[in-house]
């Protein structure tokens, strides 16, 4: 049998106290400095953080280009 695994961008860490370091990257990419807000929607299995001067439009057409991005990050793996 085949698994499939989605390779990640990277990993936020949380400490004991529920605590999360922001990578550079994230803060880059979503137009935020360290100590900023950072807006995020979330359903039971996925969380999305998001460019806080996005419009309605503007993520969702950037939430279709990560849809595609998964696809291409998936890694078929065979269990041993």
């Known amino acids: 049998m085949v698994r499939e695994k989605?390779?990640?961008?990277?990993?936020i860490k949380t400490t004991k106290d529920s605590k999360?370091?922001?990578?550079?990257?994230?803060h880059r990419e979503i137009e935020t400095k360290p100590g900023d807000m950072i807006p995020f929607v979330?359903?039971?299995s996925t969380v999305l953080l998001y460019n806080p001067s996005l419009?309605?439009?503007?993520?969702l057409?950037?939430?279709?280009?990560?849809?595609?991005?998964?696809?291409?990050?998936?890694?078929?793996?065979t269990p041993k």
């Open 55 to 59: 419009s309605l439009e503007s993520l």
């Open 42 to 44: 979330m359903n039971a």
């Open 20 to 26: 999360a370091h922001i990578s550079e990257l994230i």
């Open 6 to 11: 989605i390779k990640p961008v990277g990993w």
């Open 61 to 77: 057409a950037s939430i279709k280009v990560l849809r595609e991005d998964v696809k291409l990050r998936i890694k078929k793996e």
